[in-house]
């Protein structure tokens, strides 16, 4: 096991909801500690640049245009195989099919409205944390 960090992101319909506690919780109770957090109004452009891996899908300019709808909350979430822990907490990316229990079984409407992103690799963490914190880069 090694310490990582990662990046989550709770969804503009999960903050709507005001769920915001109740998610965090989730990672707090899990052994995940927040060592960064705010809550932004992503632009287009923002939202587009964090979400270029997935510009040839053809969902990606939905992706974008509801990634900006509203608020979301950023955190770093830091702990013992913080990425694939974090992941798991999360669920499936289709809510229909997360696992009950999960972040997404329990908080999330659709597969575009599913509550939560967060990295799904190291290398991806790393380069997610500096996109939204850069002061934390080591
Ligand atoms: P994740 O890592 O579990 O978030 O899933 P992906 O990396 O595959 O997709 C990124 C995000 O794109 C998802 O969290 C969804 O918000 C959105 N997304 C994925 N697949 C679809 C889809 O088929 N339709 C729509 N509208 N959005 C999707």
Do not use: C, W
């Amino acid at each position: 096991m090694s310490i990582e960090r990662t990046l989550s992101i709770i969804k503009p319909d999960a903050v709507a909801k005001n769920v915001v506690g109740k998610i965090l919780s989730r990672f707090e109770e899990n052994g995940l500690k927040i060592i960064a957090l705010k809550l932004v109004q992503l632009s287009q452009q923002q939202a587009g640049e964090f979400y270029a891996v997935h510009k040839e899908r053809p969902f990606y300019n939905d992706l974008v245009q509801y990634m900006t709808g509203g608020p979301v909350v950023v955190s770093v979430l830091e702990g013992a195989d913080a990425v694939s822990l974090n992941r798991k907490l999360m669920g499936a990316t289709d809510p229909k099919k997360a696992d009950p229990g999960t972040i997404r079984a329990d908080f999330a409407d659709s597969i575009s409205a599913n509550a939560v992103h967060g990295s799904d690799s190291k290398e991806n963490a790393e380069i997610e944390v500096k996109f939204f914190f850069p002061e934390l880069s080591r």
